[in-house]
């Protein structure tokens, strides 16, 4: 049986591996110079070869030969989303006291690290501010932020990044030929592109197509296998969603779909696509398309693509004022109660009313936001909010969402915009006490003439 090319070509010596040459050069370094810490924390995006490189070097520390299928006992390797309670990390920590077998070290690699539980990180910081001499931990995540500072202090971190096309062009080009894949350059830049930087999904995706063709594989052949639309009508469907027209957008978004295209496929190709073709208005849609996934991934694409059609059709009021025309106010009939003989009102002396939140309508309040500033609106469309009494209460998603609302000219906006709530936006951290209605399912509601609910079912359509 042959084996998957992302396994066949695994390195198996730092010098095998492409596309890391800063941080491989740093650990072949520290190797020959025999500085070598007791905690590693290698980060960075999936399949981009932190594990690989962590197996390699603990091999290389240890003075073993490294061959995929072995197994020395010296080399413990622990997967952190399956082993991240406390139980497995003191376990851990009383098996490190015992010296190593063969090798120098005894090393841990973990996996997935930031999958531990807090308890479980407390359990291994432990053992990290005393190690054993003879113990060294590699751990590998791809969410750095998940990890307590605690841990990430008393570590040596490398980063890993996804590989430039050109490295990986060139790098499934020897691969191919070694293998006599007949592959043309144009198609092998659509598994470069597809592969999205990533070693792994780079090899594994070569793999799958290499058999499509007993001839050349051309680029037509892997965009109709693999249900890609091509460049040509994705700029055609942009083209006509900034045309503005809502029967030629849902037609040509139709088609596509029914030639067997998928909705996340077809966003994806769009978001890359914008990305190498930016324009200042395509931005709006660039926002939206990275939240459309299941459930109603159709549906959702759908809404994203026509809004902009559809939103100033909406009817929308504008903020209600509270002084009554050709009236004196409030104020100024204190400060002149002398001079009139008309008396303040008992309920002119009280405080304001309470505003009724049951009028308040959240895609309202996006629309006014919507017209009044764009920015403003692009961040609210990404937060959460939750109404108490009078006041709106805004949770954004992102420190650099709360920064830009919170933003004094922002805030004004926003607060004229909210017709007499006082608006309160929280730091990013925080989240609302009860979960907000869904917006775009309330969109697509609009769109099928009834409710459609978030329960996880299959795709309507």
């Known amino acids: 049986m042959n084996k998957a090319l992302y396994r066949k070509y695994r390195p198996c010596r730092l010098s095998d591996v492409v596309g890391q040459e800063q941080t491989i050069n740093t650990l072949k370094r520290s190797l020959e110079q025999g500085r070598i810490s007791h905690a590693y924390l290698f980060v960075g995006p999936r399949g981009t070869g932190k594990t690989s490189v962590a197996r390699i070097f603990a091999h290389e520390i240890n003075n073993f030969k490294y061959e995929i299928e072995d197994d020395y006992v010296d080399i413990i390797e622990i997967d952190g989303a399956s082993n991240r309670g406390i139980d497995d990390v003191r376990e851990l920590r009383e098996k490190a006291l015992i010296a190593p077998t063969s090798g120098k070290y005894k090393i841990y690699i973990i996996d997935e690290v930031h999958m531990l539980t807090r308890e479980a990180f407390n359990a291994l910081l432990k053992t990290l501010e005393e190690p054993p001499s003879h113990v060294i931990f590699i751990m590998a995540t791809t969410e750095a932020n998940k990890v307590p500072v605690t841990i990430t202090s008393r570590s040596q971190i490398y980063t890993f990044r996804l590989a430039e096309p050109s490295v990986m062009f060139d790098y499934l080009k020897s691969v191919a030929d070694k293998e006599k894949i007949k592959i043309t350059d144009e198609a092998l830049e659509v598994v470069v592109k597809r592969g999205g930087g990533s070693f792994r999904d780079s090899l594994s995706l070569l793999d799958q197509i290499s058999t499509l063709s007993e001839d050349e594989i051309t680029k037509d052949v892997i965009i109709s296998a693999l249900g890609l639309p091509s460049d040509e009508k994705i700029a055609e469907l942009l083209e006509t969603y900034l045309g503005g027209d809502m029967a030629k957008i849902t037609t040509g978004l139709k088609d596509l779909l029914s030639s067997g295209i998928k909705a996340e496929s077809l966003t994806e190709e769009m978001i890359n696509y914008i990305i190498s073709n930016p324009k200042p208005e395509l931005l709006p849609l660039l926002a939206r398309l990275p939240e459309i996934r299941a459930p109603f991934p159709e549906a959702k694409l759908l809404v994203a693509l026509t809004d902009r059609v559809a939103m100033p059709v909406v009817s929308v009021e504008k903020p209600r004022v509270t002084a009554v025309p050709d009236k004196p106010s409030v104020k100024a009939r204190v400060e002149n109660q002398k001079n009139t003989e008309t008396p303040l009102s008992?309920?002119?002396?009280?405080?304001?009313?309470?505003?009724?939140?049951?009028?308040?309508?959240?895609?309202?309040?996006?629309?006014?936001?919507?017209?009044?500033?764009?920015?403003?609106?692009?961040?609210?469309?990404?937060?959460?909010?939750?109404?108490?009494?009078?006041?709106?209460?805004?949770?954004?998603?992102?420190?650099?969402?709360?920064?830009?609302?919170?933003?004094?000219?922002?805030?004004?906006?926003?607060?004229?915009?909210?017709?007499?709530?006082?608006?309160?936006?929280?730091?990013?951290?925080?989240?609302?006490?009860?979960?907000?209605?869904?917006?775009?399912?309330?969109?697509?509601?609009?769109?099928?003439?009834?409710?459609?609910?978030?329960?996880?079912?299959?795709?309507?359509?």
């Open 346 to 461: 008992k309920e002119e002396t009280l405080p304001p009313k309470s505003v009724d939140s049951s009028t308040f309508s959240w895609e309202e309040f996006l629309e006014k936001a919507k017209e009044a500033n764009e920015a403003i609106y692009l961040q609210l469309v990404k937060s959460e909010h939750e109404l108490s009494g009078n006041e709106l209460h805004i949770y954004p998603s992102a420190k650099i969402s709360e920064a830009i609302l919170n933003a004094k000219n922002n805030k004004a906006v926003l607060s004229n915009l909210a017709g007499g709530f006082k608006v309160m936006i929280h730091d990013n951290n925080e989240k609302p006490k009860s979960q907000p209605k869904d917006a775009m399912l309330d969109k697509i509601s609009g769109i099928m003439g009834g409710e459609v609910k978030n329960d996880g079912g299959e795709n309507p359509f």
